[in-house]
């Protein structure tokens, strides 16, 4: 079956800092779903963006299908963006391991 | 719109007892939903897809006479933990196709613990 990684897999960083997470898939993919896990196991639908460029305030993805990976990007980070950053591929919505990400005060 | 419902956020049960899970799609319907599992500090694990009106697909290593699936109508699926053990304690959560640029959407989860 279809293989997903994220890196890193963990990220400690200064409020305000920007930050880049990536996700590389083994196979084309039809779907791709970048997810926030907040602390109470909530997933919170960040993007669906299997291909191209999106952005939502703070927050960007690119997809780049051809080359199988996906980035996530959060720019002027904030304490609550702390959590687990998943990335999930297919009809079958396969995660990735995930990031967790800490922002300090 | 496109909110999947899931009932109930917790539980606590005792060893050998059973334990039904319920996910509605609100606001549209639901061919498919999937159910997935989730350990502390790892990654969610695919269980089982649910097809309305037929049985459900289940991944290599997941028992189906324990997770019992039920997808009645298109509106709702149901997992039933069976004869519950301790090491079934665990985060249960489904998702559905909502479709166009939206994707998936999941429930809540649930918070299984065995005692």
């Known amino acids: 079956g279809i293989q997903v990684e994220q890196s890193p897999p963990d990220l400690i960083l200064q409020e305000g800092a920007n930050s880049t997470l990536r996700c590389n898939f083994s196979?084309?993919?039809?779907?791709l779903q970048w997810f926030h896990q907040n602390p109470w196991g909530q997933l919170i639908n960040l993007f669906y963006?299997?291909?191209g460029t999106k952005q939502n305030g703070r927050l960007s993805a690119t997809t780049v299908a051809t080359e199988r990976y996906s980035l996530l990007y959060i720019s002027s980070s904030q304490t609550t963006d702390s959590g687990v950053y998943f990335c999930?591929?297919?009809?079958?919505?396969?995660f990735g391991k995930g990031t967790r990400l800490h922002i300090l005060p | 719109g496109a909110v999947v419902s899931q009932h109930p956020s917790w539980v606590i049960c005792k060893s050998g007892t059973s334990v039904k899970i319920e996910c509605r799609s609100l606001?549209?319907?639901?061919?498919?939903m999937f159910w997935y599992r989730q350990f502390p500090k790892q990654s969610l694990m695919l269980m089982a897809t649910?097809?309305?009106?037929?049985?459900?697909?289940?991944e290599q290593g997941v028992e189906k006479d324990k997770f019992l699936i039920n997808h009645a109508s298109l509106t709702l699926s149901t997992l039933t933990v069976t004869s519950a053990h301790p090491e079934d304690s665990s985060f249960y959560i489904c998702?559905?196709?909502?479709?166009?640029?939206?994707?998936?959407?999941f429930g809540s989860g649930t918070r299984l613990t065995v005692v």
């Open positions: 606001d549209f319907q639901a061919t498919t």
């Open positions: 999930a591929v297919d009809d079958k919505i396969i």
């Open positions: 196979d084309s993919v039809n779907n």
């Open positions: 649910s097809n309305e009106g037929s049985k459900a697909t289940y």
């Open positions: 998702s559905a196709r909502v479709g166009g640029s939206y994707g998936y959407t």
């Open positions: 963006i299997p291909s």
